[in-house]
């Protein structure tokens, strides 16, 4: 049986990058799709107002009770505001554990082949070939 030259070393490691560049992208898909299904919900002005934010911090729903009439103009100005910035804070930080979890799972990701590697492997084929 014949031991393991360079170049097999130089194509596992290359498959290995390439299994783990796939792992990568697939977690990043994930990643987009979970951050797409995210969202934030907050009340305002005693659950008289309710808002709903998606991962990218869009409003997709604001609901006002009846009963929200009686208030101030100004009070359920500020409550509006202040359920709209909750549901977007909420939603944001969902969106960023799901993005600090795709970065962890890239973290692993090996060193590519730098150009000294490569100059000494062809340096290497030069002098087999003497």
């Known amino acids: 049986m014949s031991s393991p030259t360079p170049w097999t070393d130089d194509l596992e490691h290359l498959e290995r990058i ?3 560049t796939e792992e990568v992208m697939r977690g990043l898909r994930q990643a987009q799709a979970a951050i797409g299904q995210v969202t934030g919900e907050a009340e305002g002005a ?3 107002v309710r808002v709903v934010s998606d991962g990218r911090g869009r409003l997709t729903d604001v609901r006002f009770d009846p009963r929200v009439m009686r208030l101030d103009p100004g009070e359920l100005g500020r409550e509006a505001l202040r359920a709209i910035r909750d549901a977007q804070e909420s939603a944001v930080r969902a969106s960023e554990e799901i993005i600090e979890h795709a970065r962890e799972r890239a ?3 090996p ?4 150009e000294r590697f490569v100059r000494r492997r062809v340096e290497q084929a030069a002098r087999e070939i003497e």
Do not use: K
């Open 46 to 48: 005693g659950g008289l």
């Open 18 to 20: 390439i299994r783990q």
């Open 111 to 114: 060193e590519p082949l730098d």
């Open 107 to 109: 973290a692993g990701f």
